[in-house]
DNA sequence: TTGTATGCGTTATCAA
DNA sequence: TTGATAACGCATACAA
């Protein structure tokens, strides 16, 4: 492995000389420059980005933090992501958690050790405080709503998207509502719960935790939702299905089922996926790309923003 | 940000002995070591990982190259690789191409600048040729049939894939068949087009060019086949539909306009997604997450090894 | 058991 | 326009 040095003894020049036609910066003559260019090709030369890192601080590389890159939602995301920061001539490294604490610690980790100049958490198990520590070592931005805090973020208002699909259900003439969920904790969740407490408060309608299902990721998970359904005493009369995936599988296994949509189960998905349009399903758009694209601009960007995303009810046939 | 450097000075030692107790070696007194731990706490102090990197010439990372990162395909395949890095303290930098050469350049480009160990190539537009010019840069190891190589590979055998579907279809009494691919180009879609015709001409049956038909990726892409189909004067009876999610599409539109499936339309779905098992989607088992973790493992591995994964073909309800 | 000195490959500073 | 040389932060051969 040829080095910046050899290259400086072969066009016998000096290595600030390689240094600078390697980075066209001026103040070279032609002459040289040619001697030098010469010898990057006769050697086959390549610059070890390490060095360049180490000697610049920077990586050009972020981390992405996510829990499942095999879900719709955060696929999309991450896509969104991807593009932008091709655009803007960054890498990214991939931290996939299953949510689990230690590997967002990773990724953390890496920003603290400046292999990673920011890190994207688009979905997190550990404590804000853990994050917190880690702010002075780099530019964390969040996908969950943090305005009070010291972090840049893109989010959707899950508080308010919630109630608004509970009212459209409400006015529908649905009463006993329902919701599927990934998980119950997470700031997003919590959101959504205080919406439908609250919603539930303001109609007098009695909360009932089994309408609660949590768990809720994929397509085959709308099988599992509905056996449950099936088994309750009083079951609920529509669904606020938090992934389109899930309500397409709630969807499909009611139409095997001979289960009437939405006269005996009404659905409304999130996300606005392609398959939502497919089966004609109600749901909420959620511009998940252009998020996507956001969380990286903020990544890179010296300024703290917080950038609220407005969302769309879609009416379909489901609700 | 403080260095070993200070540490040494403030603990009182060498640098040496900083850097033994950094990274648990032997010979340094319990006293020092407690010197230099308390040095470490009182500073907050961090490894610069890219220091580290330049001094011993290696990253634990590994570049993984692929078109689509939410297609079904390859977040299975992807969550596989991720799942064993983890476990062998690999990081994974992502090059989500969309089959643009340029993208998968990047990649290349890492693995000679030294900023990534080796790469795998999930699915590549660029020559062979290209590839093989980086072979000296660090390991590459490819997701198909490359034996003949000087790389490692896991891959399925599509050839043979192929052509045990479509003796599958022709037992059954289908001659009209047809297919649905990702894209034309690419190794594994050459030998499966070669299957194609070495079944049509062993059977005598003629070949339809507009059989063959091609951008089917995604859920919503089946409906774009069946109006393609049903555009046909001759349609075909039978379709290999090489991604489950295309084929739910299809059994979608199809349930949907009330074409009967398998009377009048069969179809075999390839991967094995859940989605199939749900719609009841004759398919082909592919163990994605498996054949992840034995492309890391390559990755990782001194040997060069070709690893040939079995499939298996799953009957269900649609052919 | 400890420390000195050097190498890793670049970029940046400053003097010429 | 050029080049010596000092960072950058760590690992390690070698000497003590």
Redo the contacts with the bound molecule.
């Keep these: 492995?040829t080095?910046?040095?050899d290259?400086a003894k072969i066009a016998?020049?000096?290595?600030?000389?390689?240094?600078?036609v390697?980075?066209n910066h001026?103040?070279?003559?032609e002459?040289?420059?040619m001697a030098v260019l010469k010898a990057i090709k006769d050697t086959n030369?390549?610059?070890?980005i390490?060095?360049?890192h180490?000697?610049?601080?920077k990586t050009l590389m972020i981390g992405v933090v996510l829990p499942y890159s095999d879900h719709p939602y955060f696929s999309l995301l991450l896509k969104g992501i991807a593009n932008e920061a091709l655009k803007n001539n960054y890498k990214l490294v991939l931290f996939q958690t299953d949510y689990l604490e230690q590997r967002e610690m990773e990724a953390l980790e890496m920003l603290k050790q400046k292999q990673i100049d920011s890190v994207i958490i688009c979905s997190r198990a550990s404590d804000w405080k853990t994050i917190e520590e880690h702010l002075s070592f780099g530019k964390i931005v969040v996908c969950e709503n943090m305005t009070e805090r010291h972090v840049s973020s893109t989010y959707v208002d899950h508080y308010k998207t919630f109630l608004e699909a509970l009212e459209f259900l409400f006015s529908k003439g649905y009463e006993k509502i329902g919701y599927c969920i990934g998980r119950k904790t997470g700031s997003n969740s919590l959101a959504r719960e205080c919406a439908y407490r609250d919603f539930m408060n303001k109609h007098n309608l009695s909360y009932t935790a089994e309408y609660i299902i949590d768990d809720c990721l994929y397509f085959e998970d709308g099988e599992k939702v509905m056996k449950k359904i099936r088994g309750m005493v009083e079951p609920p009369e529509a669904l606020l299905v938090t992934s389109d995936q899930v309500a397409a599988g709630i969807v499909t296994y009611c139409h095997n089922n001979h289960i009437a949509i939405p006269d005996e189960l009404a659905i409304i998905g999130f996300d606005n996926e392609p398959i939502a349009k497919l089966m004609n399903i109600t749901t909420i758009h959620i511009p998940l790309e252009d998020m996507g694209k956001s969380l990286f601009l903020q990544a890179v960007s010296k300024e703290r923003t917080n950038n609220e995303v407005m969302i769309k009810l879609i009416e379909r046939g489901t609700a």
Tied chains: 1, 2.
């Design positions: 492995m080095n910046i040095k290259l016998r020049v000096s290595v600030t000389t390689v240094s600078r390697l980075n001026p103040y070279v003559s002459e040289k420059r030369y390549n610059k070890n390490n060095a360049v180490l000697s610049k601080g």
